[in-house]
């Protein structure tokens, strides 16, 4: 089986419980570098998918909860390649697939031949790359599919009709669909156009579609749970991390 | 990644350049630039692109450009000849007095020219970025004139050492908002109005001010910058009797310097200076010189040259200029450099303020510490080449720039 059929597996098996699949964020060594590995068993061990942030100087998407964890995991010298090699040598599998949410810049650092190669030993199963949009996004994702990874593609409220369909059509993994313009944490109300919009991008794709962006509590993940086959929860999670609190249990607090 | 190493590569696209085939369907130059952004701003850029193929070109809007500069930003400026640097450094050096602009910068001139173009897409509010402040300076007076709300990012670094521009904007009717994350001067500055726009980008119109930024702000910038390079070429035929040897301009993302050059790229006899700030020294995080030490990259919307290290994470700067204080540059110059057709070069902190000095002293012009690293390269030049003809953007002038003076040349002197 390739990895990339790990994420749509494990969307499916959270589906077969009734439940939207939880896909979790945590940025890579936040709050601890040395407990990355430990933080990222205990997060899996309540999500079916982990999303793991490669953290970035300018995370121009991103709130003030992501941009401080990343600051933070920086300041104790987490790169890239660190987060590849924790990852290949962990002792045990953690439970979910495993995502990595990059901007562009550390992936070319890497270089787009090394990656892939590297994130399948590290047993990465995609990546999530904010500012690559379909049209720059060609190179990398044949390079990641030669090794049977997933580029996923994100989708937001102002994509125009025809490119919605375009961009879900060809999906990879799951269709990633940004509940509102803006950068990730602030909290939404989940109004009645974003489960309209939601309702076009499903109809749109054949993959599997997640919600992500300023999902907080179960109450919003409860009314999404009908439009949509997975929820993204990054910055309350961040921040439940921050506080020192169970990752696990808050994660679990999700299920509606 | 294309072959740069073949000069018959180089000459190719350098023709390519000139023919105007730059930036490409997919905003490239050469393999610079292209367009890296958030999926909830390609929209945005689309209509930005649509925007500008209705507008900029068209009479009417050209005509209302034109107007508004002639008649309030007080075009063309003039080109002076520095008499007393002239006598003393062998050459004949022209300044193109962009100080003279409205609002004391060349940036009004794409700040006008996007704002009439943002009022035609509809937006309802704008936002922009500034380092040294001239261009958050002109984007509030811009926008005044038009009666558009404006908001100004600009770090809290900046704030304090260009302290005078910040009370300019307010006075405008701007709302300044500092910038506390990251490295709190201009990179920090587009970082977040990037944020501010991608959570509006219907109703807001992001006014960058510099070269940089996906496609099609480069192009954008370029295009309404080249006014500078335009006038001054013909002003040196009218005035000074013939082209110059050497055109120089400062560098920090890129906006006067593109707009000064990319008129003369194809007389191939003129030969072509960037100048960056050395800061204090060639070491990472000792200066903002990317073209010279940086290496290629995606920051910002670009693929172009920055200042990173080993993984990817873009470096923090430094240079006593706010405005050329910045880890990136525009692609535009990294292809310009690449193909060979300008040369980069850079002036520390100490060279740029002792130019900054005896500019002030010998031609009775206080220019931006930005500029005053052009005349410290232009000095060497000079004295390199005597009895030749050289150009010199002078992007503008130095008022802002008191705090920072009063800290350095003026110490223990008020």
Redesign the interface.
Known sequence: MLPSDDVQKAIASAKAQGRPAIVAFMTAGFPVRDEFISTLNQVASAADVVEIGVP??????D??TI?RASHTA?KQGV???WILDSLAAAPVKPAAPILLMS????????GFDELPTAARRAGVSGFIV????R??AQELADQLKAQGLSLIQ???P???VD?LSS?CGSADGFVYA?TM???TGAQVAVPDEVLEYLDRVREASSAPVCAGFGIRHRDQVMRLAAHVDGVVVGSALVEVLERGEDAAEFLRSLHP | MMNFDNEANRADLLEREIRGEFPDD?GRYGPFG???????L???LERLDAGIKRWLKDPEYQAELTRELNTWVGRPTPLSYAHTLSARWGAHVWMKREDLAHTGAHKINSAMGQALLAKRLGAKRVVAETGAGQHGVASAAACARLGLPCTVYMGAVDIERQAPNVGRMKLMGATVVPVT??DQTL?AAV?EA??DW?????GTYYLLGSAIGPHPYPYLVRELQSIIGRESRQQMLAQAGGLPQAVYACVGGGSNAIGMFYPFVGDKDVEIYGVEAGGRGSGLGDNSATLSYGT??????AFSL?L?D?????QETHSVSAGLDYPGVGPEHAFLKTIGRVSYESIGDDESLEALEELSQAEGILPAIETAHAFAAVRAYAKRHPGSRILVGLSGRGDKDMPTLTRTLLKGKL
Do not use: C, W
Request: no cysteine; aromatic share 4%; proline share 12%.
């Open positions: 970035f100087t300018d995370p121009m998407a709130g003030m941009q920086l790169t890239l390649r901007y562009l810049n550390p992936l070319l650092s890497v904010p500012d690559l949009p049209e720059e994100m989708v937001t102002v994509t125009p490119r961009l940004v313009t803006g950068t | 997919k292209g367009r890296y952004v958030p999926e909830t390609i929209p945005a994350g990251g990179r970082d990037i944020r991608v959570t509006d980008p219907n290629p990259g995606v920051l910002q919307g920055l990173q080993a993984h990817g994470q873009i």
